[in-house]
DNA sequence: GACAGTTGTGCAACCGCTTGCATTAATTGC
DNA sequence: GCAATTAATGCAAGCGGTTGCACAACTGTC
């Protein structure tokens, strides 16, 4: 059917181990045969199967990225800036999807684990003890998450959560409420503790509402519960849930930011073409993609490294947030950034 | 370092063909012998290396799924009904991104090609020639594309492209601009022709404008045309481009649908986020998704079947849509169709 | 109690490729 | 001019599995 390297070595007259090196050692290969060799090569067709040779080098070049939804825009920005960096180095990525479920997560990257290099586990779902026995079975990065002894690139969502509330308690909200996001997720407890800390430090009340499935309707059916609550300001856990959201606020008749102030998190595009515009925590997903591909192509051999690397989140204030009933600081951010401005 | 077949043999007293056998044909052994071989496998954490069997029967159960960009809305929801459906055959799907660039997706095909038990190409760029060649070395299905001899589904734009612009031309438009999609694509070109047959027998002159990158931006770039070119409608290669547009007519002045009406193709979830809520084509990327896994499956080992599988479109209207300048059809679909309704 | 069937397991070749070692021919040093 | 390198290639084992075939050891039949 396919043509191998037998093929190629018998119209060639060598030996296969002769093809094999003018592809993989071509050095070692006298140049007038290699490149016998390379024309029959070509002109039967052959491509080495790369799954043949990691068999014995136990190399794929392959990785594998997992992410919890595909459809939710947040990630896409990250895949592609893995897979930019991927090639960079001769990789190709496979991304697969696991529907918010961690049983799944588990499924997928056991069955990647023999045919990727290593597994880039982006906002996994499952227990830590889960991550920690995979990790023994395959090379992993998480990103989104600290384990010891597993490499991670995290986003500094807790000081973005601490900023987005400086923001609120600052334009005088005192009921805020938090939108939390999926059980299971490292982030969504991050946000929530630093949410609460920063939120006591400001005088305000934190009304926690979750958790909840990170998307549009998710935070579209709790909108009656943040107006119930008497929040005048929310802060989401991800962008998706702010504008849905939105929707529902605007569906029950109350204003934003007029009534209701709305903070979302991630900066995913669609942020910027709502009405009103989303005011947002910018991650640095790219960044964040781009890291968890390198760290893989360092880490990858040594199990249980403490690597971790930290990236930094950005308040961008757009039109969803607006003045409190409480007093507002006199260095309100709203008056001191412009619109739609970028402020750490 | 990883624990194989021969491990659980040494560890169950059996030959290692017997270990094979538990797994891939227990009714050949002894149950008592299989429960013995499964204990010592789960108590030494064996996972049978999917790349090595599939070395020699030839089947990966894996599927490659290869997209233009998966940051496109339009995609997510393919992937993840082929995803689900694959599933049900036990096949795991493996998502790679392209970046609209033809060489890059030649590129893909060929690493992801002995990995994988056949490809999904969806909404390909590259040539109709490529495509053939490619099909030679590992079974392929497209998706959004017809060529002889090939699998494919394909869904029913140049229908969509129809009804949209009847709709148009009901609405009383009489200068209608087309926003052409990227060059290479099949959609591209029968949305053209479609609409090209349909706004000269409805009496109105088509512009088309393009191609352009199917994102926001390249909707965006082409506000200016369209407004200096004097049309009163538009019909958008994709909802992203439309929603691009709609960003440029408004910050160039005009009115969405006051002075130019906008329709979208794809439906995707943020055309019914945005203000004005977008008048689109709604294509059915969901079975597609699932139809293509399906005749993968079916056609996988029969090279060259002309199998085809066709999906309907349907006109979602909006609100992007509205009266134009000429005299508009009795039978106003705009007035026959209650908002967001659906009609075919 | 000999015979034909079953049933369960082992043997060994093989999937497509890599790689350490042996072999041979060509080159170099002195 | 001969030993010692060096360069180019072949040989064969092996990566982690599967599978056709042979071989026992049972089972049941007459």
Redo the contacts between chains.
């Keep these: 059917m396919?043509v191998t390297i037998r093929d190629v070595a018998r119209a060639s007259g060598v030996h296969i181990s002769t093809v094999s090196r003018t592809f993989s050692a071509p050095h070692l290969v006298n140049p007038n045969t290699r490149s016998r060799v390379l024309a029959h090569a070509e002109q039967l067709?052959y491509?080495p199967?790369?799954?043949?040779r990691?068999?014995i080098t136990g190399r794929?070049y392959?990785i594998g990225l997992i992410v919890a939804d595909?459809?939710n825009?947040f990630f896409?920005?990250l895949?592609?800036a893995a897979?930019?960096q991927a090639r960079k180095h001769d990789h190709?990525?496979?991304?697969?999807?696991t529907?918010e479920d961690p049983a799944l997560e588990e499924e997928?990257v056991?069955?990647?684990?023999?045919?990727v290099d290593g597994v880039l586990l982006v906002s996994p779902r499952m227990s830590n003890a889960l991550i920690e026995q995979l990790s023994r079975?395959v090379p992993l990065v998480v990103v989104n998450r600290q384990i010891a002894g597993i490499p991670a690139v995290v986003m500094d969502v807790a000081r973005g959560a601490r900023t987005a509330i400086e923001h609120l308690t600052a334009l005088g909200h005192r009921r805020v409420a938090l939108l939390g996001g999926p059980r299971g997720s490292w982030t969504s407890r991050e946000i929530r503790r630093s949410a609460s800390t920063t939120a006591r430090a400001g005088g305000a009340e934190l009304i926690i509402i979750g958790p909840n499935p990170p998307t549009?309707v998710g935070g579209l059916t709790v909108a009656e519960d943040v107006l119930r609550a008497g929040a005048t300001a929310v802060l989401a856990y991800n962008d998706l849930m702010a504008?849905g959201l939105i929707?529902g606020l605007l569906a029950a008749g109350a204003r934003v930011p007029t009534d209701v102030s709305v903070v979302g998190i991630d900066d995913i595009?669609?942020s910027r073409?709502?009405?009103p515009k989303l005011t947002t925590v910018a991650t640095p997903t790219a960044a964040a993609g781009r890291a968890a591909v390198d760290m893989l192509l360092a880490h990858g051999d040594d199990r249980r490294t403490n690597a971790h690397i930290h990236l930094q989140t950005e308040l961008v204030i757009r039109d969803s947030t607006g003045r409190g009933p409480g007093p507002h600081s006199p260095a309100d951010p709203g008056d001191a950034i412009a619109h739609g401005g970028v402020a750490s």
Excluded at 49 to 52: D, E, K, L, S, Y
Excluded at 92 to 97: K, T, Y
Excluded at 110 to 115: D, F, I, Y
């Design positions: 396919a067709g491509r199967n790369r799954a043949a990691a068999l794929t392959n595909i459809a825009p896409p920005p895949i592609k897979e930019s190709h990525i496979f991304v697969a999807d529907n997928v056991r069955a990647l684990a023999k045919q079975e549009e504008i929707e595009m669609l073409l709502t009405r």
